[in-house]
């Protein structure tokens, strides 16, 4: 069993940074494939970005390549999402998630296990 909750939304320019973390508590969090996804109004929540257990193995939304970056470190029990080159689309409510599977954060995240509560992010123009 594990609890997610997000930190490092806010404000910011566009072109500019931010970094998003999600810390989980529990002893079982190496058990996990992490996801970051989000969701903006009106719109249905969209996958961002996935990493394994070990932190070996990472996917991203075409929209994000190139700017995003996801990372874990194991020993603190937190993910990480660096977000660069910000854009107003990419203003949202980001959520991270936590399953046994990979493939179901990468490909199904319907039926992902855990969900923090969120952290709102907004870029302006």
């Known amino acids: 069993q594990v609890q997610l909750v997000e930190s490092g939304g806010g404000l910011v320019q566009a072109g500019g940074s931010l970094r998003l973390s999600c810390a989980a508590s529990?002893?079982?969090?190496?058990?996990?494939?992490m996801g970051w996804f989000r969701q903006a109004p009106g719109k249905e929540r969209e996958f961002v970005a996935v990493?394994?257990?070990?932190?070996?193995?990472?996917d991203y939304a075409e929209s994000v390549k190139g700017r995003f970056t996801i990372s874990r470190d194991n020993a603190k029990n937190t993910v990480y999402l660096q977000m660069n080159s910000l854009k107003a689309e990419d203003t949202a409510v980001y959520y991270c998630?936590?399953?046994?599977?990979?493939?179901?954060?990468?490909?199904?995240?319907?039926?992902?296990?855990?969900w923090g509560q969120g952290t709102q992010v907004t870029v302006s123009s």
């Open positions: 998630a936590a399953d046994g599977s990979y493939y179901s954060v990468l490909r199904a995240p319907s039926v992902l296990s855990y």
């Open positions: 529990g002893r079982t969090f190496r058990n996990y494939a």
């Open positions: 990493i394994s257990l070990s932190g070996s193995s990472t």
